[in-house]
Nanobody, 119 residues
């Protein structure tokens, strides 16, 4: 079974940047679209970015458009989320998985990585 491991989160000041990474073990996810989700307490996970299996097509939630960039390196079996101009509202636990509407299955959820934007 594929296991997803997210990393790269941390504490950053408003306006700062972070790059998140999602690595897969057990199998390659190069043959499927992937995405980044985030969750805050009391809310369901929300998809914020998605990327096609070949990396040529991307989509973003309005809340992050222009600030976040999703990318992938299939040779390294890794998906990235570059987060710039971070706001306090971006504070959440970030997860990777197949994107709703792009794939007909979902991997088991990883532990996620905490992003905290605060002064």
């Amino acid at each position: 079974q594929v296991q997803l491991v997210e990393s790269g989160g941390g504490l950053v000041q408003p306006g700062g940047s972070l790059r998140l990474s999602c690595a897969a073990s057990g199998s390659s996810f190069g043959g499927t679209a992937m995405g980044w989700y985030r969750r805050t307490p009391g809310k369901e996970r929300e998809l914020v970015a998605a990327i096609g299996r070949g990396g040529g097509v991307t989509n973003y939630a309005d809340s992050v458009k222009g600030r976040f960039t999703i990318s992938r390196d299939n040779a390294k079996n890794t998906v990235y989320l570059q987060m710039n101009s971070l706001k306090a509202e971006d504070t959440a636990v970030y997860y990777c998985n197949t994107p709703t509407g792009w794939s007909n299955f979902r991997f088991a959820w990883g532990q996620g990585t905490q992003v905290t934007v605060s002064s």
